[in-house]
């Protein structure tokens, strides 16, 4: 059947098999050829959708499964951009999202209303939806700027913020002129308008995370899991439209309400991004391409016109935008630049908006022809700002976001301190191995993907049974990290005491940290207390840390983080803060800290230069730390750092820990850290600090860390 309709082949095809094979062909030669040619390959998909498409060789028809695949790709652009904003900075950089969204939205506002007004010569009506096609845009560079891992940049940050506000005014006044133009604006259409809004926003931002937190803990299936994803962003999408804006604003906000259930080095968030930017993104490319249509502008002067004054009020008033931003906020020359590259392409919201414009039809010629709120010469105009904008906006951000990426490489804490990363998970438990891999991926400080280790020690006999229990659970923990792009090194070893094989693991394979996981049921036994005191501990140059999840991380909301008097002043510490730092980082929950007044001084001057949300709350005394630890929530969890006998921090009631979790957190996740003693495996400069416990020196080193 497939070669007969080969055989009958005509255009556009209608074959879905031979359509879909096609898309996917480009998809994948767009990367591959574009790339040696140092061209974005972004760019190279909307020029593949303008060549087969119907303005072009008719290759394809740009019918409804596109269009429902694009659409998708659409909201996944947005959702991604919720997703992976990082909500501490997003909250400490809101102001200067809200001055770019200003910034955005007015100036390209003024230079269209001016050049409709007074030189192509719309009606005011008019003029003001025509100059609103120029101040939304498409964050249609973020994939590229995502993929150099640069998404948690200030510039990004605040681009992303300034979208979600420019893209609302610019759809707001879409939704004024639509109204005003059918006589439809008044008290109860305002009144419509925000309340609806209001209910919108209140029900994807409060309810949402709700449903998530309640849906992760009771689904481990992971394809469920991404299905309900999309469901969230479409769900969201659909909402924003009823409540009378686009549907892009919805799955931005869909993207925000799901930020802190989805941590950024997990499986899932992997299987998001591999999924959008694979199928769904390259569709969306691909559709917009196929609007292009270049035989337009050699028909009519008035089209060219449109256009030149669409390109400079558009490109023009968005790097307006973007140097005021940049000058105002003194930031490098390169954020300048990436600001205006992810701003200034126009595709998602102004083709919208252009639509519902021309299908107004204000009145009727003598001769029967429409007037339309906005002519075929805006409308053929907008298709060339689509292409030259997508064009700028692909070569600028992806320039920029390579110098900035390079230059935090260089600034990352290995490339300053030389510091040695290698974490070590000792797994024993097959309903402990996920959530240990989970652990180990968060607490990671380094983007190398080579130092994670899986160990498990087969004590018996090599008999058949005992190995292929060993080999079962080492699989799955590479399986576990595979799924989040993370490379597992997984040991199986042979020993008559598992205790000594995994000390000699630590020292054979240098390893910086050990976790060791609990089981739900059994939580602190008697023998794993004294395996712990007796065994583990007995590493003076190794992080030991004590994992019990009773639940996934990606549904804590808060951590109690507690930290007893002295604690400062051991060799780990700031290694170990290093860890609940990078939880932090990773998961967006918010830390709150407990512990005496002159810790909290030290913690409270890193914090100014970080980028996690955290509290700060004095424990006078350890009794008064047991008592919060207690009274947890059933989406806080609890780290507590942890000191063995004779080391600065210990206290005597440290032994009464386990029993005290074992009774009241048997169902809350906690993490006992016991930070190492020696400086063996730390760098010079965190050596030197803790020799001579300097408070400013170690506010300066922990800066860099943190960085």
């Not at 909500?87 to 939205?105: P, R």
Request: aromatic letters at 10%; glycine letters at 6%.
């Amino acid at each position: 059947m497939i070669l007969l309709s080969i055989h009958n082949l005509s255009f556009p095809i209608e074959d879905p098999v031979l359509k879909f094979l096609l898309v996917l062909v480009i998809i994948l030669a767009a990367p591959l050829l574009l790339n040696k040619i140092k061209v974005p390959h972004l760019l190279g998909l909307i020029i593949a959708g303008a060549v087969i498409g119907p303005n072009g060789f008719n290759v394809l028809a740009r019918d409804s499964s596109i269009v429902v695949t694009g659409t998708t790709g659409l909201l996944y652009i947005m959702f991604l951009a919720g997703l992976e904003i990082d909500m501490g900075d997003f909250k400490k950089n809101k102001w200067k999202s809200l001055t770019f969204g200003i910034y955005t939205f007015t100036v390209p506002f003024v230079l269209g209303y001016l050049g409709g007004y007074y030189i192509l010569h719309f009606s005011m009506l008019t003029s003001i939806l025509f100059a609103s096609l120029f101040s939304s845009h498409t964050l249609i560079a973020y994939p590229l700027v995502s993929k150099l891992g640069i998404a948690k940049n200030k510039a990004v940050n605040i681009t992303v913020g300034g979208t979600m506000i420019t893209d609302i005014l610019a759809l707001l006044v879409l939704a004024v002129i639509v109204g005003m133009s059918q006589g439809d604006v008044g008290t109860e259409f305002w009144l419509r308008l925000s309340v609806s809004f209001i209910v919108f926003a209140l029900i994807v931002l409060i309810i949402f995370p709700i449903i998530g937190r309640w849906f992760f803990k009771k689904v481990d299936d992971k394809i469920s899991q991404y299905i309900f994803v999309l469901v969230m962003i479409y769900l969201a999408a659909m909402l924003a439209e009823l409540a009378g804006v686009e549907a892009i604003i919805g799955a931005f906000f869909a993207g925000l309400a799901l930020n802190r259930l989805i941590p950024h080095t997990s499986s899932l968030m992997n299987r998001v991004e591999f999924v959008g930017n694979a199928i769904f993104i390259p569709f969306f490319l691909i559709s917009v391409g196929m609007l292009i249509d270049f035989k337009v502008f050699f028909k009519s002067w008035e089209t060219l016109e449109a256009a030149g004054i669409m390109l400079v009020a558009s490109i023009g008033g968005k790097y307006l935008s973007a140097v005021a931003t940049q000058k105002t906020f003194r930031l490098s020359k390169e954020e300048g630049k990436l600001i205006f590259g992810l701003s200034s392409a126009s595709a998602a919201a102004t083709l919208a908006s252009v639509m519902v414009g021309y299908n107004i039809i204000l009145s009727e010629t003598e001769a029967g022809e429409p007037v339309r709120l906005l002519n075929e010469h805006v409308l053929n105009g907008s298709i060339l700002l689509i292409l030259v904008s997508c064009t700028i906006s692909s070569f600028i951000s992806l320039a920029s976001a390579q110098k900035i990426a390079e230059s935090d490489n260089e600034d990352t804490v290995s490339g300053n301190t030389h510091e040695e990363e290698n974490i070590l998970l000792a797994v024993n438990h097959e309903n402990t191995v996920d959530r240990m891999v989970n652990l180990g991926i968060l607490i990671k400080a380094h983007s190398n993907t080579e130092d994670l280790f899986a160990l498990n020690v087969i004590n018996e006999d090599k008999n058949e049974s005992s190995v292929k229990n060993a080999e079962k659970l080492l699989h799955q923990a590479a399986d576990a990290a595979a799924a989040a792009d993370v490379k597992m090194q997984t040991l199986k070893r042979y020993d008559n005491d598992v205790i000594n094989g995994v000390n000699n693991v630590i020292k054979e394979q240098d390893i910086t940290d050990l976790i060791i996981g609990l089981e739900d049921e059994k939580g602190f036994s008697p023998s794993f207390v004294y395996n712990l005191y007796n065994g583990y501990l007995q590493n003076d140059d190794v992080n030991v840390l004590v994992y019990h999840a009773a639940q996934p991380l990606s549904t804590i909301r808060k951590y109690a983080v507690m930290i007893p008097e002295n604690a400062h002043k051991e060799a780990g510490f700031f290694h170990a803060l290093l860890r609940v730092w990078n939880i932090a980082r990773n998961s967006g929950a918010t830390m709150i800290f407990y512990a005496p007044e002159n810790i909290l001084d030290i913690l409270q001057k890193i914090i100014k230069k970080a980028n996690i949300e955290a509290e700060f709350i004095i424990m006078n005394t350890w009794q008064d730390g047991e008592r919060t630890a207690t009274r947890l929530k059933d989406d806080e969890a609890l780290i507590l750092f942890m000191a063995k006998r004779g080391m600065q921090s210990y206290i005597p009631q440290m032994r009464l820990i386990p029993e005290l979790l074992n009774r009241y957190l048997n169902d809350n996740n906690y993490l006992l850290i016991f930070p190492f003693s020696e400086f063996d495996k730390n760098s010079p400069e965190i050596r030197s600090v803790g020799n001579h416990g300097d408070f400013v020196e170690i506010g300066n080193v922990i800066q860099k860390i943190f960085k």
